[in-house]
């Protein structure tokens, strides 16, 4: 039975269900740095610049730039993570 036969049969129920599965892009905004153009115009690959967020430090999770949820800069093995704090209620 294909998804479309599904929400016929279904109803509500198989479009939540088609909705679940669709892939989005969520962003996290990890921090702000203050880069005069100068130096963004000579920046090469291997250059770093230090943001203003530590670790443990609050990060908004951002779905097409708005915020739906905000936590805490952590780390998972090594790789960073966000420990979901509040979700944003719409």
């Known amino acids: 039975m294909s998804e479309t036969d599904a929400f016929l049969i ?11 599965n669709l892939p989005v892009t969520v962003e ?30 609050p990060v908004e999770l951002r779905l097409n730039g708005v915020t739906i949820a905000s936590g805490e800069l952590v780390t998972v093995g090594d790789n960073f993570g966000i420990r979901i704090k509040a979700v944003t209620q719409a």
């Open 28 to 57: 996290a905004l990890l921090g702000v740095a203050t880069v005069k153009v100068g130096d963004l115009r000579r920046l090469s690959s291997g250059d770093c610049f230090t943001l203003d967020t530590l670790l443990g430090d």
């Open 10 to 20: 279904e109803g509500p129920r198989a479009s939540r269900s088609v909705v679940d």
